[in-house]
């Protein structure tokens, strides 16, 4: 009887490798991690600025909601388009898991839609004199607002959690993804914020937030550096050293360094402008690099 060997251990091309197949995704999912990023994190920012100083921040709250729920809609959109049938998402609230970071993302992202939409909708009727600003409503706007915190966190930081939780390379690696996408969320939404409040003209909120999207910046650098030392190994793989300076420059010196600088050094509506939006522009290259880790290269 002929006896068959077993290749020696060198041979064998995959005993050390995990073999995955990437995701078909493409930028549709960078701009639904950004967006979900935008609608979150200026919620946050207005509602926890509305509550704590509501007489500085409340006429930039009342806009930013707004602006926060047509990010919403525009996050589930990419959602939806990405996942290939509406049903999709319908099913995924069929069943709570919140040992699941799908299934609970799904459900604070629905659950706060909710207090969202009712937010606006009262400010809407206020401002159409349909509904009089009595003490009772004022307090149930508070309550509303302060309701949807929560699950506009968990919101935040679902997908972070979800990525690093694969067995995709760099993303499986990602522990630090969901830290950096809930403040990164908050950055945005600061920034976003300094824009609603240069161009309506709420000066004593505009010069708060320049401070305070200064320090978030800085603060910032700290979830980034250590995400980005958890993603070196796959990023020195995937991309080569040009790649690797040009994101380097968009996200720090362009996002992080270049904001700082204009923020400190200059006052006027369209420097902060654009300082706000470098802000977003970084954000969305860091979302851009992590998601598309697992693709190809061509």
């Known amino acids: ?117 009712v937010i606006v909708g009262l400010d809407l009727l206020i401002w159409l004199d349909w509904l009089p600003e009595t003490a009772t409503v004022v307090l149930l706007r508070k309550i509303v607002i302060a309701t949807g915190l929560l699950p506009a966190l968990g919101s935040s930081v679902y997908k972070g959690v979800l990525f690093s939780t694969s067995s995709q390379p760099g993303w499986k690696d990602a522990r630090w993804f969901g830290a950096y996408l809930t403040l990164s969320a908050v950055v945005i939404g600061t920034a976003l914020l300094l824009i609603i409040a240069t161009w309506a003209g709420y000066g004593e909120a505009e010069a708060l937030l320049r401070v305070g999207l200064g320090v978030l910046l800085v603060f910032g650098l700290l979830p980034l550096g250590l995400l980005m030392a958890e993603l070196k190994p796959t990023l020195m793989h995937k991309l080569t050293a040009t790649e690797r300076g040009q994101n380097t420059l968009l996200v720090i010196g362009g996002g992080v360094i270049l904001p700082l600088i204009m923020l400190l050094l200059l006052r006027d509506r369209y420097s902060m402008t654009f300082a706000a939006l470098f802000v977003l522009m970084g954000a969305w290259v860091v979302r851009h690099v992590v998601v598309m880790l697992p693709q190809p290269r061509h």
């Open 1 to 117: 009887m002929a006896h068959t060997h077993a290749p020696p251990t060198s041979q064998a091309g995959y005993v050390d490798r995990v073999v995955t197949k990437p995701p078909d995704w493409h930028s549709l999912v960078v701009w639904d991690v950004f967006f979900n990023g935008v609608t979150t994190g200026l919620f946050l920012a207005a509602a926890v600025a509305d509550l704590a100083m509501p007489d500085v921040f409340g006429g930039v709250a009342r806009i930013a909601y707004m602006v926060a729920l047509v990010a919403l809609t525009v996050d589930l959109l990419c959602l939806v388009l990405d996942l290939g049938d509406p049903l999709r998402f319908h099913h995924m609230l069929r069943v709570f898991k919140p040992t699941s970071p799908m299934s609970l993302g799904t459900w604070c992202l629905t659950a706060y839609s909710g207090p969202l939409t």
